[in-house]
């Protein structure tokens, strides 16, 4: 099995009501590549979120008391400390500069995945805007790849990505936070190894795998590579409603060890 990460550059900067559909397949064209049947496009956070208008102004917002008393334990700016309790279902740790939650997607992150980094002022003071995570990332990676369909005729898998901490390692990965078009999490449940033995528990995070190779590839900084062409995966929609996009990945509060 060979699979390959391209990535693509040559985006203008995103701004709220970008067809991006239209401006990556023009910076696919301009780069010398095409979209196949079978590809998985990889897709910045940041960019589906610019394109979808998430943005916000920190001094519009009221900090309540109890995000007042947060930020004075997490060394935080209240008002931001409101909007990511905004974006959240629950406060999961508490240190000084870190706040984790549960994010009203059901993904635990940091600061409910509002960014600030590299993103314009928009007339905003100084650090007051922010960026939050797309209102649906699983509708959006869906409306992707509905577009492409439309406008090519090529049928691909979709993932949006985002750079998220991990309970038990140190640093970020990307990790799919939107999935349209194939199976986010591989069940094996049932099969056999190579002794024939029967998999008890074997799950393969497939969007996430692909997800973290395509961020490798994106950078962190300024590399302005905010879409990644994968090829050789051949995904497949699932027929099993309940298995499409990310929420297979998402493990259930009940057997979550780290809370």
Not at 83 to 89: D, K, P
Not at 214 to 224: C, D, I, N
Request: proline share 4%.
């Amino acid at each position: 099995m060979k699979l390959t990460f391209t990535g693509i550059g040559s985006l203008p900067m995103i701004e709220p009501g970008d067809d991006l559909v239209a401006l990556v397949c023009d910076a696919v064209a301009s780069s010398g590549e095409q979209i196949l049947d079978d590809d998985v496009i990889v897709l910045a956070q940041k960019i589906v979120s610019k394109a979808e208008g998430r943005y916000l102004d920190l001094s519009t917002v009221e900090p309540s008391a109890e995000a007042i008393e947060l930020a004075a334990v997490v060394d935080k700016d209240p008002r931001k400390v409101q909007a990511i309790l905004n974006e959240s279902n629950e406060v999961v740790r508490t240190r000084e500069g870190v706040l984790i939650v549960e994010q009203k997607l059901g993904f635990v992150q940091a600061n409910a995945g509002i960014d600030q980094s590299n993103i314009p002022d928009r007339g905003a003071e100084e650090d007051m805007m922010c960026l939050l995570l797309p209102e649906d990332p699983d509708h959006s990676a869906r409306m992707f790849r509905d577009g492409i369909r439309s406008r090519l005729g090529r049928d691909v898998g979709v993932i949006i990505n985002d750079s998220l901490g991990r309970a038990w390692r140190n640093g970020t990965l990307g990790l799919a936070i939107g999935v349209a078009g194939f199976t986010a999490l591989e069940d094996y449940v049932g099969g056999q190894d190579l002794y024939g033995r029967e998999l008890k528990v074997t799950q393969v995070a497939a969007a996430d795998e692909m997800a973290a190779g395509a961020s490798l590839v994106m950078g962190q900084t300024t590399e302005k590579t905010p879409v990644v062409l994968v090829r050789g995966y051949r995904p497949r929609e699932p027929e099993d409603l309940s298995q499409r996009g990310v929420g297979s990945l998402i493990r259930h509060r009940d057997m979550d060890l780290f809370r």
